[in-house]
């Protein structure tokens, strides 16, 4: 059975950091795209960043370039996602995703026959 995991989530003031972590189980990753996702109470589900599967190539969004970084580790199918100087903007439940097409997107709807995680959730306090 294919599961992925978030840790690392919690509650953190404005200008702090947060390491959340994705930990994949019953199948390896290293042929998929990986992706951070989010989703705040109201909004719809925005694709936060993705890599490829070497690691070579990400993505981010506009919102968070320059203090959002996502990395992976395909010996220890794990994805992680470096987020410092929050925002209280930046409040939302995190997921992760993993995904076979080797087509890098951040379209969220090019994810939907992706394996999710079950969310973790991310508040910034102001």
């Known amino acids: 059975q294919v599961q992925l995991v978030e840790s690392g989530g919690g509650l953190v003031q404005a200008g702090g950091s947060l390491r959340l972590s994705c930990a994949a189980s019953g199948r390896t990753f290293d042929r998929h795209a990986l992706g951070w996702f989010r989703q705040a109470p109201g909004k719809e589900r925005e694709a936060v960043a993705v890599i490829s599967w070497s690691g070579g190539l990400t993505y981010y969004a506009d919102s968070v370039k320059g203090r959002f970084t996502i990395s992976r580790r395909n010996a220890e199918n794990t994805v992680s996602l470096q987020m410092n100087s929050l925002k209280p903007e930046d409040t939302a439940v995190y997921y992760c995703?993993?995904?076979?097409?080797?087509?890098?997107?951040?379209?969220?709807?090019?994810?939907?026959?992706?394996?999710w995680g079950q969310g973790t959730q991310v508040t910034v306090s102001s």
């Open positions: 995703a993993a995904k076979s097409s080797p087509y890098l997107t951040m379209v969220v709807g090019d994810w939907n026959s992706a394996y």
